[in-house]
Structures are given as C-alpha cells and as structure tokens.
C-alpha cells in the first residue's frame, strides 16, 4: 500500500517541527510569568499585618476588620508588612518580551515569500522553523503524488502520470486600499511620480473597477463607451 507522509517542510517520514511551536512556547512562558506579576500586584495592594506582643493568660488577640480593635497588651506592637514590589517592573517587561517573541515567530510562520519556489524556500529554510507557506507547498506536493499513484491503480500511460501536477497559490494576506491611500497615489500619478500601472493596480485593489490596463487606458482614452 503506497503511503505519502506530509510534513511541514518537507514530505519526509520523520517528524517536523510543528508550526506555531516557538510561538506556543512563548506564550506558556508569558501565562507563567503572569502568574508572578499578578500575584506581586496582590501582594502590593494588601500588606500583612504583623504583631508583637505578651498577652497573659486571660487575654486574647482580637481580630482586625475595620470595625474592630486590636487588644495587644503592655508594650504590644502591631505594624503591616508592606510588599515594595521591586521586581514588578522586571516580570511586566519580561511577560512583554515573550508576548513580542511569540509575536515575531507568528509572523515568520505566516510570512508567504511568494516570490521563491518550494525547493528554494526549504533550502533557504533548513535550518530555520517551518512557516505556512512551506506546510502549503508540501501538502500539495504530497496531495500531488498521491494523485499519480491513482494514475498508477487506473493503468494510465506514465507520460500522463507524470503529467498530474497540484498546486496550491500560497497567498494568505489581501491587499487592500482604501480612500485615504487612493488619494496619495492619484496626487501622486498626477504629479507624474509615480506609473500609470500603480494607478491602475490600485483602483483594482480597492475593488473600483476589474478592468486590465490596456481596458482602463482605452478609457481614458475615450475609445470605450460607458456601456462597455
């Protein structure tokens, strides 16, 4: 029976790492760091009160409350142990350390870099952690192989096995422009520094028009009518 492993950077039988591994890890060491800082802050807000004194053997230390009176006896001290909280500061700046650190290894995940191919960008990444660009390529490349062994179980001729191809367009963020940014580029196109294209890109991504820019040049042009 053929098996096709799929992994996050390559189709491998071993086990990768997994993807937002380094990102979960900084987030756990936040929750724990948390835990010290929020409990320093209680401690900061409620001192412990303390005492010091010899009652005698008909006496009792009365409780504290605010409608209630401490009964210490001759020469008897009462105080609070005041928390300082000095290292408050170093544990929010730490909890804050790890929330960038698990912000910036988000970010490595989901960066696309769709300007290499498969191979290049798992060579270039070897020896560095998965991102979701690689978890996509190598899935379709293991969804890819899979449909060649069907091609194998349907007796196709090899020229069309080798022929199957699957591939998956790994873009994972849109580009948006909106009324702000298409006034910046229009001053900008019309005081000619910048292409015609970018112009037409823009009014493209902002969801203006559909049209190609040969199609908004005639336009301009007046070689269209309204109605086309």
Known sequence: IPLVFLGSTDNNADTDEIPLLTMAKAA????????????????????????????GEDEQF??????????????????????????????????????NTALEAGARVIDAGADESGEARKARQSDQHTSLYSVVVTAAEGIEQLLRYFGRWL?????DI??????????????????????IVRDL??????PQAVLFESLRKAGVTNLADQDLLALLDGQ?????
């Open 62 to 99: 009365s409780v504290s409350g605010p409608m209630a009176a401490w009964n210490v006896g001759k020469d008897g001290k009462v105080g609070y142990l005041e928390f300082q909280g000095a290292g408050i500061e170093a544990n929010r700046t730490a909890m804050q350390d790890q929330r």
């Open 155 to 159: 007796n196709l001729p090899q020229a």
């Open 28 to 55: 756990l060491k936040s929750y724990q760091l948390s835990a010290d800082y929020y409990t320093s802050l209680h401690y900061t807000s409620h001192p412990q009160p303390w005492i010091a004194a010899d009652l």
């Open 162 to 183: 080798d022929a199957i191809t699957f591939k998956v367009e790994p873009e994972f963020t849109k580009a948006e422009i909106d009324a702000a940014m298409m006034g």
């Open 224 to 228: 269209v009518t309204d109605d086309e």
């Open 189 to 194: 196109r019309l005081a000619d520094e910048v």
